[in-house]
């Protein structure tokens, strides 16, 4: 209420502050407008109310903004400081603050006070304009001290000269400024130079204030994206409102938003979805402010299409596609703008040609008549594959061609059909490209860019062509003459890049021969369905109008026949056949005994490398995928090289992610085509999410959550790899960890549950920092709601202690039991097994987290447990201060030990001198008398008194 009732004396003294500037006089005599200062205290008030401890209070007073802002009430040097309160309540914890905090950035764009366009290009040219300007012009007793100032600096000659320069000009250049101002405010008379240079003074602050409005908001787009990603679709529904009002003023940030909104289109929740296809019409079809009602000029629309695509992701390219697919169905696009479309792709050059056919791509996939037509495909011929493809190698509007070819269906051999002429003519441009005749053997630029358009062509090929596997045969003979010679001029040698365009067909022809087999086989299936149904709606029609007696017989007959193949189940059998048959030609007859199968040793060579012989990395890339889409096809091929490539996979150069990354894709197909054959290799996988290539890892979590979702493979205590990836270094890899984990507490089965056990003792034995191990389980154990799950995980973790071998080990599963949901039944375990871990209470942070547990439940305890519980606290702390003296006692101990045993070493160490003087004196007395003869001569008084006193001096020092 008081948030509430600043606002409103705030609107009221400015509504009559500019009621006084229009001269009005029916002003009352007593309202009396405040002072600046009072003024600026309730907005200090107003902005702290926003931080605010509760929620309720933060809405209000950003409703509160939100209203000052409408009203045009807030004062200019306020606009900048509650954009930053706007932009930082984005993340606050509550829905409803950060809704408001959007509809307030939303209200300050459309009511700031630079008007039009906040592009900050023009702003930055009019600033640097400004500022030449203004050093040109700095008045001459400044300009001499500044110049003074910048020859001393050249002559000391500092390491920071250049940066001190800087500061010199900058400091020169406010003084000119401040000198000005004073003059103004001191009603000096100005010159028509000091009026212009205050003038270009006023222009750079008005200036510099819009480029630093602007940069609030490019700065919070981590805030914005945060918005556009949150789990409650209030969020999400402001956020694309306000990147729709951020398009219509030009703010750069608007445009990354409005592509990352995009990905909104998978949405499960059907009014996000309408609200980014609503955005997307608003932003790049309609005209703005008109809700998508009124439309833009056809040729705006076309170049709104192509500026989205020009610089897309893979990501966003299939987002884009969605959204004008959804409009194509509508009928919201105007057909002229795939006229134009279709002009520009025939007419224009470079990206702006691919471009274009990119988009009418799009939109065919929505509606194939914008293609399907014998003039649309002779145009598609010259655009897309004729000879300005072909001179200029544009293999991008190649690929956007082959790509809208997709669109089309199967075509039926008759020369008599314009539509069969121009897709025959438009297959052998396919050929061509396929087989790279178009290619540079020298050029690598040229032939990377080549494999996506061979791809694209050959997956056209199999899409429009009667016969797909005689022109993949064509397309494989050509590379073959092309590589090897014919018979009668056989070639030497070949240029690895060629080798590597020849693999590169070869595998993608295997896999489409493998998708091509199992279409055919649905179409028998589906051909002979509908002969059974047809056969018995005619014998239904035949049973309804029987009129004679033969009539009745033949119909007797076809149900007896119908009956009895009916009961010895011939369709199923049929059924059954055929997919033996489709299994058949995929295992033995693609890649074991086809014309493929020809090339699979030299494929396997290449692959292998065994000495070192191919050094080309394309080459071995390309090698490499062939081999991996080969496996795909044949059960057998695939059990027999999977050893050799887990090998390349090991022995690949550090610096080579992109081959690792792409085996790893591989893997993951392979595992959901061939499971069992794959599952004993599943701890390698898993391996690569410690590779230290960041995209290694990322394709790693991508594939293994892939096949943990669809129960490809079995989650086992691998998991505690993917529970590490929570604490990447990569954000992109945590969020993708989380998702894993969040999908998999969505299941019944209770999953988590079940590998929290595991998950803890692995995390704990590998020596994790104590902050990491505790941020992954903090996340884990969120997920564990159900009561029963906390009890029985609780005395899972306790009876862990007595198989702990250290204490930190004891101190991380004190907290996970901290993290848990507290009851009675929790406490009644504590309290039985409460000699599992008395040892470990004298340590402070497992006290802590057990104390931690007993606040849990004196919250919600019962009456009745109460005592339960205070009787166990003390227990807690009675045994943690018995713990902690027998520790001390024990170090107390252990210290006097070692001063013992120390004492003892030194001691021998003396009486082992003085043995050994003594055995030098007998050795030499034996030497003396081996010298004479072994006459015997009694030792003289003064070696005995010697020997005494060596005696008596290691008796002191040992005695010492």
Avoid at 292 to 306: H, S, V
Avoid at 505 to 531: C, D, F, M, P, Q
Avoid at 598 to 614: C, D, H, R, S, Y
Avoid at 761 to 788: C, N, T, Y
Wanted: glycine share 4%; aromatic share 6%; with cysteine.
């Amino acid at each position: 209420a008081i948030v509430n009732a600043i606002g409103c004396i705030l609107m009221r003294e400015d509504q009559e502050e500019k009621t006084e500037e229009q001269g009005e006089e029916d002003v009352k005599p007593a309202a009396k407008t405040m002072n600046a200062t009072n003024r600026s205290a309730l907005f200090d008030i107003l902005c702290g109310r926003t931080r605010d401890i509760t929620s309720f209070t933060r809405s209000a007073a950003l409703k509160t903004l939100n209203e000052l802002t409408e009203k045009q009430s807030l004062p200019l040097d306020r606009v900048g400081p509650v954009t930053e309160i706007a932009i930082d309540r984005l993340r606050d914890k509550t829905v409803m603050v950060r809704r408001c905090a959007m509809q307030l950035l939303t209200s300050l764009l459309e009511n700031n006070p630079y008007m039009g366009l906040l592009n900050p290009k023009p702003y930055q040219e009019k600033i640097r304009q400004l500022e030449t300007y203004l050093q040109s012009n700095i008045p001459t007793e400044i300009l001499q001290a500044r110049d003074t100032a910048m020859e001393e600096t050249k002559e000391e000659g500092a390491a920071t000269a250049q940066r001190e320069l800087q500061e010199i000009e900058a400091a020169a250049l406010a003084a000119a400024i401040a000198d000005a101002e004073q003059k103004r405010e001191n009603g000096e008379d100005l010159s028509q130079e000091e009026q212009e240079f205050l003038a270009k003074v006023r222009a750079l602050k008005y200036a510099t204030s819009a480029l630093e409005f602007i940069n609030l908001f490019e700065n919070a787009n981590d805030s914005f994206q945060s918005m556009l990603l949150s789990s409650n679709s209030s969020d999400v529904t402001e956020a694309l409102r306000f990147f729709v009002r951020a398009k219509h003023f030009g703010l750069p940030c608007a445009v990354h938003g409005t592509k990352s909104a995009l990905s909104l289109m998978w949405s499960t929740e059907q009014n996000i979805q309408e609200e980014v296809l609503q955005a997307f019409i608003e932003v790049f079809v309609a005209e703005p402010g008109t809700e998508g009602k009124d439309l833009l000029p056809e040729n705006q629309i076309a170049q709104n299409f192509l500026d989205l695509v020009r610089e897309a992701t893979v990501s966003e390219l299939a987002s884009i596609e969605e959204a004008i697919g959804q409009l194509v169905k509508k009928e919201i696009v105007p057909p002229e703008v795939f006229s134009i479309l279709w002009q520009m792709a025939s007419q224009a050059e470079g990206q702006l040609r691919a471009s274009s056919m990119l988009v009418i791509s799009m939109a065919a996939g929505a509606d194939a008549k914008i293609v399907d037509s014998a003039y649309r495909l002779q145009n598609l011929y010259d655009a897309g594959l004729g000879d300005y493809t072909e001179e200029h190698r544009d293999w991008n509007t190649a690929r956007s061609a082959a790509n809208a070819l997709q669109r089309l269906s199967r075509t039926k051999v008759d020369p008599s059909s314009a539509r069969y002429i121009i897709l025959d003519l438009i297959t052998e441009r396919l050929v061509a490209v396929a087989r790279g005749d178009w290619c540079e053997d020298g050029n690598k630029e040229d032939t990377n860019a080549w494999f996506c358009a061979a791809e694209q062509a050959i997956n056209a090929i199999f899409t429009i062509s009667p016969a797909p596997e005689k022109v993949a045969f064509e397309i494989l003979m050509g590379h073959q003459a092309a590589i090897f010679g014919s018979p009668e001029n056989p070639c030497q040698s070949t240029d690895d890049l060629r080798l590597s365009r020849f693999f590169f067909v070869l595998g993608h022809i295997a896999l489409k021969l493998l998708i091509y087999t199992e279409v055919l086989s649905s179409s028998v299936r589906r051909a002979n369905a509908a002969k059974t149904v047809k056969k018995q709606e005619s014998a239904s029609n035949g049973k309804a109008t029987k009129n004679d007696d033969s009539e009745m017989k033949s119909d007797g007959s076809d149900e007896e026949e119908d009956a009895i193949e009916a009961e010895l189940g011939v369709a199923q059998m049929a059924e059954a056949e055929t997919e033996r048959i489709a299994a058949e030609i995929s295992e033995t007859e693609i890649v074991c005994r086809g014309v493929i199968s020809l090339f699979t040793p030299m494929l396997l060579k290449v692959v292998a490398n065994e000495q070192g012989i191919f050094s080309s990395r394309i080459l071995v890339q390309s090698a490499t995928l062939a081999l991996c889409k080969c496996m795909c096809v044949s059960r057998s091929f695939c059990e027999k090289h999977l050893p050799l490539l887990f090998s390349v996979f090991a022995n690949a150069p550090n610096d080579d992610q992109d081959l690792r990354a792409n085996i790893v894709v591989a893997l993951g197909d392979l595992a959901f085509r061939f499971p069992n054959e794959v599952e004993p290799y599943t701890p390698k996988i898993y391996a690569c999410l410690r590779d230290q290539s960041t995209r290694v890892r990322r394709h790693t979590l991508m594939v293994l959550t892939h096949l943990i979702l669809n129960d490809m493979v079995k989650v086992k205590g691998q998991v505690c790899e993917i529970a590490l990836c929570l604490q990447d270094q990569e954000s992109g890899i945590r969020d993708m960890a989380r998702l894993l984990f969040h999908e998999l507490s969505k299941r019944s089965n209770s999953p988590i549950y079940n590998l929290l056990p595991d998950i803890i003792s692995q995390l704990s034995q590998l020596g994790l920092p104590q902050a990491i191990f505790r941020e992954i389980m903090s996340f884990l154990l969120v997920f564990i709601k159900k009561d029963r799950q906390n009890e029985m995980l609780l005395d899972k973790l306790i009876q862990r202690f007595p198989k702990c071998t250290s204490i930190n080990q004891k101190a991380d599963l004190a907290y996970c039991i901290a993290q848990l949901k507290v009851n009675d039944k929790c406490i009644k375990c504590l309290n039985d097994n409460f000699k599992l871990f008395k040892d470990a209470l004298f340590d402070e942070d497992v006290l802590k987290n057990f104390m931690t547990v007993l606040t849990k439940a004196k919250k919600n305890a019962k009456p009745e447990s109460k005592d339960a519980i205070q009787e166990l606290e003390n227990k807690f702390n009675d045994t943690a201060a018995t713990g902690m003296e027998n520790v001390k006692a024990s170090k107390k101990a252990a210290k006097t030990k070692a001063r013992a045993a120390k004492r003892r070493a030194q001691k021998k160490e003396y009486e082992g001198e003085s043995d050994e003087e003594e055995s030098v004196a007998d050795m030499d007395e034996m030497d003396e008398e081996n010298i004479h003869h072994n006459v015997v001569k009694p030792p003289s008084s003064e070696s005995k008194n010697n020997r005494r006193s060596r005696r008596t001096r290691s008796t002191q020092s040992v005695e010492a």
